[in-house]
Nanobody
Framework: QVQLVESGGGLVQPGGSLRLSCAASGTIFSINAMGWYRRAPGNERELVAA???????NYADSVKGRFTISRDNAKNTVYLQMNSLKPEDTAVYYC??????????????WGQGTQVTVSS
């Protein structure tokens, strides 16, 4: 079993910052890509940012220059630093990871989601 546990969401004013964390635990051999998605009310889930095990990153156009994704492979943890937050960033943010289990294939796992609300 593998679990992804997110933390760091909350309420912030426009222009503020938040840092999300997501720690993977359980029977893990290795983790390939990790990423953050979000779903705003009435919208489809969308990719926010992703990072490979080697550190290559990919961002949605809407967050480029404001958000930074990083990871600590030793801790099986991925982070999302969110700066210059806007009301349109309000959403539930989900962590995602492609996990290889020992002597097994790669499975995709999701966190439970953490609410980010940007409002004055």
């Amino acid at each position: 079993q593998v679990q992804l546990v997110e933390s760091g969401g909350g309420l912030v004013q426009p222009g503020g910052s938040l840092r999300l964390s997501c720690a993977a635990s359980g029977t893990i051999f290795s983790i390939n890509a990790m990423g953050w998605y979000r779903r705003a009310p009435g919208n489809e889930r969308e990719l926010v940012a992703a990072i490979t095990s080697g550190g290559r990153t990919n961002y949605a156009d809407s967050v480029k220059g404001r958000f930074t994704i990083s990871r600590d492979n030793a801790k099986n943890t991925v982070y999302l630093q969110m700066n210059s937050l806007k009301p349109e960033d309000t959403a539930v943010y989900y962590c995602n990871a492609d996990v290889r289990i020992p002597l097994g294939p790669v499975f995709e796992y999701w966190g439970q989601g953490t609410q980010v609300t940007v409002s004055s």
